[in-house]
């Protein structure tokens, strides 16, 4: 994965979040500087690794329908 700020590279471990402010904007929030940002990821991995958390979605939302349906 290849992560670009405002045309920089930039490592995965140096990026972090900002807390939520719900209903506000980014151009409202105090002390935020607004970054253009490019995330490359390959297709392969992404689709290999959103699969697996599909399938242990289906899988726990099975096992929940299970447990709460009436026999």
Known sequence: MIIKINGINVEKKSCT???LQFGKSVKNL??????NY???IDIQYFIAKFENIFNDFVNDYRID?????VK
């Open 38 to 40: 490019i995330i490359v």
């Open 17 to 19: 979040t900002a807390p």
């Open 65 to 69: 329908d299970e447990l709460v349906t």
């Open 30 to 35: 105090p002390n935020e500087i607004v970054c």
